[in-house]
Protein backbone atom coordinates (compact mmCIF):
# COMPACT_ATOMS: atom_id res chain seq x y z
CA UNK A 1 0.00 0.00 0.00
CA UNK A 2 0.98 3.59 -0.53
CA UNK A 3 -0.19 6.65 1.17
CA UNK A 4 0.44 9.83 -0.03
CA UNK A 5 0.06 13.02 2.37
CA UNK A 6 1.22 16.49 1.90
CA UNK A 7 4.51 17.30 3.15
CA UNK A 8 5.11 19.36 6.38
CA UNK A 9 6.09 23.22 5.79
CA UNK A 10 4.71 22.23 1.74
CA UNK A 11 8.11 20.85 1.29
CA UNK A 12 6.66 18.22 -1.27
CA UNK A 13 4.67 14.89 -0.77
CA UNK A 14 5.64 12.45 1.41
CA UNK A 15 5.07 8.90 -0.10
CA UNK A 16 4.93 6.11 2.75
CA UNK A 17 5.48 2.79 1.56
CA UNK A 18 3.46 -0.47 4.12
CA UNK A 19 3.86 -3.97 3.22
CA UNK A 20 1.48 -6.11 5.32
CA UNK A 21 2.43 -7.93 8.24
CA UNK A 22 3.35 -11.69 6.08
CA UNK A 23 4.49 -10.21 3.28
CA UNK A 24 7.67 -10.48 2.70
CA UNK A 25 9.77 -12.08 5.22
CA UNK A 26 12.95 -10.82 5.80
CA UNK A 27 14.51 -7.20 5.07
CA UNK A 28 13.07 -5.25 2.98
CA UNK A 29 13.88 -2.33 1.19
CA UNK A 30 12.34 0.36 -1.17
CA UNK A 31 14.17 1.50 -4.40
CA UNK A 32 13.63 3.98 -7.01
CA UNK A 33 14.30 7.46 -8.20
CA UNK A 34 13.79 9.02 -5.07
CA UNK A 35 17.17 7.91 -3.80
CA UNK A 36 18.99 6.55 -7.09
CA UNK A 37 18.01 2.73 -6.98
CA UNK A 38 20.11 2.53 -4.03
CA UNK A 39 19.71 -0.50 -2.07
CA UNK A 40 19.32 -0.22 1.24
CA UNK A 41 18.55 3.55 1.74
CA UNK A 42 15.28 3.18 2.49
CA UNK A 43 14.49 -0.04 4.56
CA UNK A 44 11.07 -0.82 5.62
CA UNK A 45 11.18 -1.22 9.61
CA UNK A 46 8.66 -3.05 11.65
CA UNK A 47 5.69 -1.36 13.15
CA UNK A 48 3.84 -1.79 16.63
CA UNK A 49 1.04 -3.26 14.32
CA UNK A 50 2.91 -6.04 12.23
CA UNK A 51 3.33 -3.88 9.12
CA UNK A 52 6.90 -2.63 7.44
CA UNK A 53 7.10 0.89 5.96
CA UNK A 54 9.51 3.51 4.83
CA UNK A 55 8.54 6.93 3.95
CA UNK A 56 10.18 9.64 1.45
CA UNK A 57 9.29 13.27 0.78
CA UNK A 58 9.28 14.26 -3.06
CA UNK A 59 8.40 17.20 -5.17
CA UNK A 60 4.93 17.74 -5.98
CA UNK A 61 4.19 17.33 -9.52
CA UNK A 62 7.23 14.10 -10.34
CA UNK A 63 6.26 10.58 -11.13
CA UNK A 64 7.82 8.01 -8.84
CA UNK A 65 9.23 4.52 -10.57
CA UNK A 66 10.07 2.31 -7.93
CA UNK A 67 10.47 -1.64 -6.70
CA UNK A 68 10.93 -3.28 -3.60
CA UNK A 69 14.10 -5.49 -3.08
CA UNK A 70 13.70 -8.35 -0.25
CA UNK A 71 16.47 -10.51 0.47
CA UNK A 72 18.44 -13.06 -1.65
CA UNK A 73 17.62 -10.09 -4.70
CA UNK A 74 14.22 -10.83 -4.52
CA UNK A 75 12.65 -7.77 -6.37
CA UNK A 76 8.70 -7.09 -6.36
CA UNK A 77 6.35 -4.58 -7.39
CA UNK A 78 3.62 -2.52 -5.51
CA UNK A 79 0.07 -3.46 -6.60
CA UNK A 80 -1.51 -0.71 -5.28
CA UNK A 81 1.02 1.43 -7.91
CA UNK A 82 -0.97 3.93 -10.63
CA UNK A 83 0.79 1.45 -13.25
CA UNK A 84 3.37 -1.23 -13.49
CA UNK A 85 5.42 -1.41 -16.01
CA UNK A 86 8.41 -4.10 -16.73
CA UNK A 87 10.59 -1.39 -15.23
CA UNK A 88 9.01 -1.18 -11.51
CA UNK A 89 6.06 0.29 -10.30
CA UNK A 90 5.09 4.11 -10.87
CA UNK A 91 3.06 6.61 -8.88
CA UNK A 92 2.11 10.32 -10.40
CA UNK A 93 1.99 13.06 -7.42
Not at 17 to 37: C, E, I, K, Q, R
Not at 47 to 64: C, D, H
Request: glycine share 10%; charged share 20%; aromatic share 8%.
Amino acid sequence: MIKQARAPKNAGRRLTFVLPADHPAGTVSVVGTFNDWTPGKHVLRRRANGTASAAVTVPEGTTVHFRYLGENGAWFDEPDADVITSEGSLVHL
